[in-house]
């Protein structure tokens, strides 16, 4: 599949998992696949995801939420490169307003565009 550390195109990224390949919770089948984020919106990642108020997002949080299992996380390095940073499962989801605003306050988005934080762990492979 993916090996940690290494970096990744979205088209290669897009090949093994499909989905939008411009989507940061890109979905296959109604699931989310994958998760590539961009440090400036994402500064806690790969152990934080920020959901937006963008509808098809904000609805892409909130399938991921539900879901359960594990997806791959990839961080942005530039322009066409993702490391990836292994296998993430979603452990909690908060929604309240006041919850989510010191995640956005580290963050390139305004308070008012954080809706989700999806804290994540890391799956360890035995």
Known sequence: M?????SYTREEIHAVVGGNKHSYLPRKKGKVVAAC???????DAPHVILCNSCPPERAAGEQLARQGGVIPVFLKENTSSWK???L???VESETHPEACAPYAARSAWTKGQIKQVLKLEQ????
């Open 2 to 6: 993916f090996e940690k550390g290494k």
């Open 123 to 126: 799956q360890v492979k035995f």
């Open 37 to 43: 984020l961009r440090p400036d919106l994402n500064p």
């Open 84 to 86: 990836f940073q292994g």
């Open 88 to 90: 993430f499962r979603v």
